[in-house]
């Protein structure tokens, strides 16, 4: 029985959403993005605009419903709200690539600006779950080298060409499936060739060795600092640091805000039993705290203490989580929901570049949330920072879906700017991770851990760090430009025939979909 073309462009929508998201960690299954990307490809083949932006819309919600559920930890209606949007935001994608053969060369682009609107816009933008992520991976040891190799690219102009390099694979499978040998000859020579350079690029070089802990205090997942008490989160990560740092280290990692005062952190009991702590393992300690400034405000940073528990430096946090650690419209939203289940405080983001100076030399530090956006690791590396340091604490979410998504971000950081990453969590994950990506080590969640390992300083820059997104947004204009160029100049500006019988089988203007 022959299904009705409505549903077969459903099902192929709902396909491409879902396998999608299946590429995405933690389920981390990278191939299936291009399967999605072609079924999405061929799902606005020869369709109409209206129908492009419905059926994008659609791949576009299958694929943040589950990837984004962790969001639901900070608003459940804006969870809703987000999915909905950002699908919209693929929806205006798909409308404007144009219906014939043009759209190959046009699909990736739009996406690629799609992407760019979403790690943007509203509230500085939410840049998980994103095509880039599929292709990192976030397994632990010994899976670490059997990711897809596209993540290599990143070092070239970050990660926009990785999200771009998985839809021209996508629109290779779909030119095959349509015997577009030439065209899909062409778009996996571009996925090879780019993926190739990507290998050889000049990622930096070492400098001095260095040996460190990544100190992870262990402790229920799923608590939130309201229900818990800061000084047995404390505890825990200075009697991790006395037990399990056993050799010589010359740089203490610890997670983000794990120190929680009231005040500044130089008038409480804390700072004193930190000083000593440096002192007695003589290395250099970085420490994530947060300092109550009144009831409205706190400061999210990390700190720095030398071998002689001397204060030497701190970073305070620039990229803030909305409604994690800021809420926008407050004023209306308390007056319309009330206070209740919306963070009491809002943290001052800081202004200052995305590195500390320490004894053992200038580390880059982005702070958690930071982590999934490329320009703030770019902006550490670029004022010199050596070792890339990702403090952080995912302790409050449900599942692992932040974490996964937050090392196999920290491993297209590393990549990209040519650094070691350390990683450091309270619960998990914490990781380490060489300048290639590689995940070297990685702890469970809810264990006390320390990972010691020699890491090297590096000095010189990618091509990433040195031209930042603004060439992948300059190839993105262009390649629309250029295909709605080639589509106007086909027969009456419409599909080729190859479309049309595509149109014919199942794209016709009938149904929902």
Known sequence: MRLPPWLVNLLRCVGAGACIALAVPPAG????????????????????????????????????????????????PGYAVACILYAAYFGVAGAVTPPGRARWLVLPAT???????????????????????????????????LDSPLAQSSRLLGPLLVVALVVIGGVALSAAWERAWRAAGVALAVVVVVTGVGFVAPRGHDTEPLRVAIVQGGGEQRTRAATSDSRVVFERHVQATEDLVTTPVDLIVWPENVVAVEGRIE???????????????????????????????FLNASIVFDPDGVLVDRFDKVRTVPFGEFVPFRGLIEKVAGASGIPGRDA????????????????????????????????????????????????????????????????????????????????????????????????????????????????????STIVGPWPMLALAVAAIAIGWTRQRQSPAGGPTPATSAAAAAGHDDSGPA
């Open 348 to 463: 001052v983001p800081g202004t200052e570049p995305a590195v500390v100076d320490t004894p053992v030399g200038p580390m880059g530090v982005v702070i958690s949330w930071e982590v999934f956006f490329a320009t703030r690791a770019r902006d550490a590396i670029g004022n010199g920072g050596e070792v890339l340091l990702n403090p952080t604490n995912g302790s409050s979410y449900w599942l692992t879906q932040v974490q996964t998504q937050q090392v196999a971000s920290s491993r297209l950081r590393a990549i990209e700017t040519g650094r070691w990453e350390l990683q450091a969590a309270p619960t998990g994950f914490s990781a380490l991770i060489d300048p290639d990506g590689a995940l070297l080590e990685r702890t469970d969640v809810s264990e006390q851990a320390v990972i010691e390992a020699t890491v090297n300083r590096r000095e010189g820059n990618t091509l």
């Open 111 to 145: 996406i690629v600006l799609a992407e760019i609107a979403k790690w943007t816009f509203p509230f500085g933008g939410v840049p998980l779950a994103n095509l880039a992520l599929t292709q990192a991976g976030s397994c632990a040891p010994p899976c670490a080298q």
């Open 29 to 76: 299954f990278w191939p299936l993005a291009f399967v999605g990307l072609a079924l999405w490809d061929r799902s606005i083949a020869g369709a109409s605009w209206k129908q492009r932006f419905r059926r994008s819309w659609l791949i576009g919600l299958v694929w943040f419903l589950p990837t984004l559920l962790w969001m639901v930890d900070l608003t459940p």
């Open 267 to 297: 008038d409480n009991d804390e700072f004193a039993e930190l000083q000593e702590l440096a002192r007695a393992k003589d290395a250099t300690l970085v420490v994530g705290i947060t300092e109550g400034l009144d009831d409205r405000n």
